[in-house]
Antibody, heavy 119, light 107 residues
Framework: QVQLQESGPGLVKPSETLSLTCIVS?????????WGWIRQPPGKGLQWIGH???????YSNPSLKSRVTISVDTSKNQFSLELSSITAADTAVYYC????????????WGQGILVTVSS | EIVLTQSPGTLSLSPGERATLSCRAS???????LVWYQQKPGQAPRLLIY???SRATGIPDRFSGSGSETDFTLTISRLEPEDFAVYYC????????FGQGTRLEIK
């Protein structure tokens, strides 16, 4: 059973950079699949942020692309998200997930981490 | 970017009834890349259906997906109490997008 766990600060100040890490257990990132980030503002729907292959190739939401950096560390079996110049609109639960090839469905998800943007 | 519109926004039904949820795409979804998730309060989404009609591991056969091109449907043949939740469709083409969700509530 693949397990994913997000970690990072729960409170970030406006204009700063949000940094989150997802640690993957019981599956080696190097074995395949994409590894992605999805977010959900409180009471709202899901928004894809982007995903990364173990080689480092990334795919990002065009509306966020200029602010998003996704990276992978295969030695630690984890991947990370950085979102720059954050505003209150970036307040959301951030999920990491394993993303399949083809239709890019997310078959395993982390529990999510609430990040609040506030001064 | 393909926009997915789900209807209805809220569906009120009773256990034992049949639920039909719709997902309409603003343009044709390539290669049947249409997915459905279920989300309960405080939980991460759960994969139900991928590739339009393939059930994910462990998903009961009362859940089924169908459709093509721009019109897709998730059907729950006979509602169980645990099925009341929010359902999202998702597609992947040049970008990945989700529908806004359908809330399935107990009548």
């Amino acid at each position: 059973q693949v397990q994913l766990q997000e970690s990072g600060p729960g409170l970030v100040k406006p204009s700063e950079t949000l940094s989150l890490t997802c640690i993957v257990s019981d599956y080696s990132i190097s074995s395949g699949y994409f590894w992605g980030w999805i977010r959900q503002p409180p009471g709202k729907g899901l928004q894809w942020i982007g995903h990364i292959y173990h080689s480092g190739r990334t795919y990002s939401n065009p509306s966020l692309k200029s602010r998003v950096t996704i990276s992978v560390d295969t030695s630690k079996n984890q991947f990370s998200l950085e979102l720059s110049s954050i505003t209150a609109a970036d307040t959301a639960v951030y999920y990491c997930a394993r993303v399949t090839y083809g239709d890019c469905h997310c078959d395993y998800w982390g529990q999510g981490i609430l990040v609040t943007v506030s001064s | 970017e393909i926009v997915l519109t789900q209807s209805p926004g809220t569906l009120s039904l009773s256990p034992g009834e049949r639920a039909t949820l719709s997902c309409r795409a603003s343009q044709s979804v390539s290669n049947s890349y249409l997915v459905w998730y279920q989300q309960k309060p405080g939980q991460a989404p759960r994969l139900l259906i991928y590739g339009v009609s393939s059930r994910a591991t462990g998903i009961p056969d009362r859940f089924s997906g169908s459709g093509s091109e721009t019109d897709f449907t998730l059907t729950i043949s006979r509602l169980e109490p645990e099925d009341f939740a929010v359902y999202y469709c998702q597609q992947y083409g040049t970008s990945l997008t989700f529908g806004q969700g359908t809330r399935l509530e107990i009548k």
